[in-house]
């Protein structure tokens, strides 16, 4: 592919540049290697349905993992982690480094053979050969990360590389556990994953306070919202700060610096004006998504103290926040990468309100008020449900839209 001038081209990795094209025209041919977004999305949404489906039947003993597989509740964690958001990742920072450099990382049999290796890995750790999923996991952290710096090198982006710095870090927790894994070793085998998660709320956080007031002016008619300079680092910094206070400092303190990053996260969200773009789904569902995250980081202070499971912040970032802001870009950029309209259908919108609902039923079944086994049983299962059909209903709107060449004409 060739490259264009440097001076055409942002050089801020987390913008997105967003096709308006305004009609539709007949698609031919097979499109689903030619960017990253495209086969990772749809695995992605594949895979997150189907292993929360077969996360319910654990749960419920109807189906079980292999006796040479990891524990279930190990499973769980660590595949929505790895398994789903980092694919998601994957396929947005395939996708963005392409666009903003005008090299290809990787297009047809390459990005095919990155694919296949995180697939494989998927399926390795169902059927608990763990060593074969530890070396798939592992050559696809390796082969995404060779790509992504292939581009930056050539492309002379030198300010991007802490993202590419941010995917070592995965990678490198996957390793780990894996290692633990392997080792036989159960305890804090969920540290890697935990910390991982955190690494994600980091990227929601600095990606956010990027895109989201963008994509808020740009979507809804005479809003101006209310960003000073000062949230670029202290947004980051507080929630950084937070993060680490929650793993290594005492719980008064970890409290105290929780709360602090919660309402300056809180304080940002407000001057995005949230309650102005209700009538406008592409955005509201970003918005939605933000506000879990000074809701998780209240709870993790909460969860310091001892007052509430540790399980409820992470579901409340997990489900609600990632889960809403991963499903507002995989519609919004699939949309714009396929040379359609930013416009939400009834599909983006069923999609956005099973997440939502799918979160706070989550968070509900963690809540320390009292509830039978039964009540939280039921919570389970409704959350779990919504969100595979909601990312089933994903499926059945882009798949055909993915698979197919953009409909402008354009590469991609």
Same mark, same amino acid.
């Given at each position: 592919?060739?490259?264009?001038?440097?001076?055409?081209?942002?050089s801020?990795?987390?913008?997105?540049?967003?096709?308006?094209?305004?009609?539709?025209r007949?698609?031919?041919?097979?499109?689903?290697?030619?960017?990253g977004?495209?086969?990772?999305?749809?695995?992605a949404a594949?895979?997150?349905?189907?292993?929360i489906?077969?996360?319910?039947?654990?749960?419920?003993?109807?189906f079980?993992?292999?006796?040479?597989?990891?524990?279930?509740?190990?499973?769980?964690?660590?595949?929505?982690?790895?398994?789903?958001?980092?694919?998601i990742?994957?396929?947005?920072?395939?996708?963005?480094?392409?666009?903003?450099?005008?090299?290809?990382?990787?297009?047809?049999?390459?990005?095919?053979?990155?694919?296949?290796?995180?697939l494989l890995?998927?399926l =390795? $750790? #169902?059927?608990?050969?763990?060593?074969? %999923?530890?070396a798939?996991?592992?050559? /696809?952290? @390796?082969l995404?990360?060779? +790509?992504?710096?292939?581009?930056?090198w050539?492309?002379?982006?030198?300010?991007?590389?802490?993202?590419?710095?941010l995917?070592?870090?995965?990678?490198?927790?996957?390793?780990?556990?894996?290692?633990?894994?392997?080792?036989?070793?159960?305890?804090?085998?969920?540290?890697?994953?935990?910390?991982t998660?955190?690494?994600?709320?980091?990227?929601?956080?600095?990606?956010?306070?990027?895109?989201?007031?963008?994509f808020?002016?740009n979507?809804?008619?005479g809003?101006?919202?209310?960003?000073?300079?000062? =949230? $670029? #680092?202290?947004t980051?910094?507080?929630? %950084?700060?937070?993060?680490?206070?929650? /793993?290594? @400092?005492?719980?008064?303190? +970890?409290?105290?610096?929780?709360?602090?990053?919660?309402?300056?996260n809180?304080?940002?969200?407000?001057?995005?004006?949230?309650?102005?773009?209700?009538?406008?789904?592409?955005?509201?569902?970003?918005?939605?998504g933000?506000?879990?995250?000074?809701?998780?980081?209240?709870?993790?202070?909460?969860?310091?103290?001892?007052i509430?499971?540790?399980?409820?912040?992470?579901?409340?970032?997990?489900?609600?926040?990632?889960?809403?802001?991963?499903?507002?870009?995989?519609?919004?950029?699939?949309?714009?990468?396929?040379?359609?309209?930013?416009?939400?259908?009834?599909?983006?919108?069923?999609?956005?309100?099973?997440?939502?609902i799918?979160?706070?039923?989550?968070?509900?079944?963690?809540?320390?008020?009292?509830?039978?086994?039964?009540?939280?049983?039921?919570?389970?299962l409704?959350?779990?449900l919504?969100?595979?059909?909601?990312?089933?209903?994903?499926?059945?709107?882009?798949?055909?839209?993915?698979?197919?060449?953009r409909?402008?004409?354009?590469?991609?």
């Amino acid at each position: 592919m060739k490259s264009v001038k440097k001076t055409s081209r942002p050089s801020n990795l987390l913008s997105i540049k967003e096709s308006q094209a305004r009609r539709e025209r007949p698609m031919t041919g097979f499109g689903l290697w030619r960017l990253g977004f495209r086969p990772f999305y749809l695995g992605a949404a594949l895979f997150s349905s189907s292993a929360i489906l077969l996360w319910l039947g654990l749960l419920s003993g109807v189906f079980s993992l292999p006796e040479t597989s990891i524990n279930a509740v190990s499973w769980h964690a660590h595949e929505m982690v790895f398994g789903f958001a980092f694919a998601i990742i994957a396929g947005f920072l395939l996708t963005a480094s392409n666009n903003w450099t005008g090299i290809l990382p990787a297009a047809g049999l390459p990005l095919a053979m990155i694919f296949t290796t995180w697939l494989l890995a998927r399926l =390795f $750790i #169902i059927l608990g050969n763990i060593w074969l %999923a530890a070396a798939s996991d592992i050559t /696809f952290s @390796l082969l995404l990360i060779g +790509a992504l710096f292939r581009v930056f090198w050539q492309s002379k982006l030198w300010k991007n590389l802490p993202i590419l710095g941010l995917v070592v870090l995965m990678s490198s927790c996957n390793a780990w556990f894996y290692i633990k894994a392997t080792s036989n070793e159960t305890i804090n085998l969920l540290y890697p994953v935990e910390i991982t998660l955190f690494v994600i709320l980091q990227l929601l956080v600095v990606m956010g306070g990027r895109i989201i007031p963008n994509f808020t002016q740009n979507g809804v008619r005479g809003i101006n919202v209310w960003k000073p300079s000062i =949230f $670029i #680092i202290a947004t980051p910094t507080s929630t %950084a700060l937070a993060v680490i206070a929650w /793993f290594v @400092l005492p719980p008064r303190l +970890a409290f105290v610096l929780c709360v602090i990053a919660a309402s300056i996260n809180l304080v940002r969200w407000l001057g995005w004006k949230p309650w102005l773009t209700l009538k406008h789904p592409m955005v509201w569902v970003l918005q939605l998504g933000y506000l879990w995250i000074p809701i998780a980081l209240v709870l993790m202070g909460l969860e310091a103290l001892g007052i509430v499971s540790r399980s409820l912040p992470i579901h409340a970032l997990a489900v609600g926040g990632m889960g809403l802001i991963i499903a507002g870009m995989i519609t919004r950029t699939a949309m714009g990468h396929t040379g359609r309209q930013i416009v939400a259908s009834r599909f983006e919108y069923t999609f956005f309100v099973l997440v939502a609902i799918s979160g706070v039923l989550r968070v509900s079944a963690s809540m320390p008020i009292h509830l039978t086994p039964y009540h939280i049983n039921w919570l389970l299962l409704g959350s779990g449900l919504l969100w595979s059909l909601g990312f089933l209903t994903y499926l059945y709107r882009y798949t055909p839209w993915l698979s197919r060449p953009r409909i402008d004409g354009n590469p991609g």
